[in-house]
């Protein structure tokens, strides 16, 4: 489930050629991601993939009375993607994340192990559960501990999403979550072996990530949601905000006491909803948490055909990410577990026959 874009399709194909059974043509050597959720469908175009030069970035408004199929269908049609290999990013509420102790146990009788830890910390039944993991890196503590942060999906939902987008006409050969895309925003910035932090907040989540040297340390959920969020007035007291505050500053103690590193040298902010004033948030949280927030504009750093503006950038952000070169990394330096379970290749086995 944690498809990790790698520097060539041939790689990627290779590496999920288990997973996605059907075969059928490939017309491009670029990557088509899409992110879809209860607002758009977003879609970050690379013609090449290897190279973060983006041909178009774009989103579709949903219509309650439009069938998303329908939408999806047309837009795909419009922008010439049939046959494209395409990327899906899962929403937050999609999936569910756990960071628990990495189990002593081989790789064989891993996933036995780790059914068994969180059987009961689920909110569906196991036996529809599909589980990937990738390892932390090593704290800097007296005792460290080997984490896991454990990523479960319903394979029910993940086969639906397989048909929908093979119905449309296009080629899925990954799957992500939203916190590896974001880290691979963050990775654009990061030539050197300082930190960053990527604040995210839309309209039902918020969550803080933290990368250094391309690599994922640390997310939480900061518990505040856009719409959660009372008018803010000048320099007045926003209850709120002061609680995100808190989360963030606390997430910043966590990185710097387990993994002894300084405080990130770029804090990023986001908002995926417009409406919202990214302006009026970033200075509350500037004054309450004595920080800077490093301006996030994309167009700086990548290629795109068309420029797109900053609020259109923050609404389509984990579609970006999601569509960018990432470096490869081996498992001592980030830990990403690459490898499908056997559950895993179900997925789309099943999506072709149900």
Known sequence: MLGIIRSSLKHLMT????FFRREMPIISSGLCSIDISSQQIAFAINPNLGKNNLDSVFAIQLQKKIPLSEILTDAINQYDLK??????????????????????VSKSEFQAAIRWKIVNLLSFPIDDAIIDHFLMPLQKTHNPRQ???????????????????????????AITIQELALRNISALYEKDQKGTAFIYLENYTSKIIITCGKCFYFQRDLGVPLLAIDEINGEGNNTQLNEMALQIQRSFDYYQAQWRKALPARIFLAVSDPTFSIEKISHYLERRLGISFTKLDLNEVITIKQNISLAQQHSRLAAIGNALAVPDMSENDNGFETKLTTQQEDVLENASTN
């Open 15 to 18: 590496r999920w050629s288990p």
């Open 83 to 104: 046959e494209w290999p395409c990327s899906l990013v899962l929403q937050p509420d999609e999936y569910q994340l756990l960071l628990l102790d990495n189990p002593p």
């Open 147 to 173: 984490m896991i942060l454990v990523a479960v999906s319903r394979k029910s939902f993940l086969q639906s999403r397989v048909r929908l987008l093979r119905e449309a006409g296009l080629y899925p050969v």
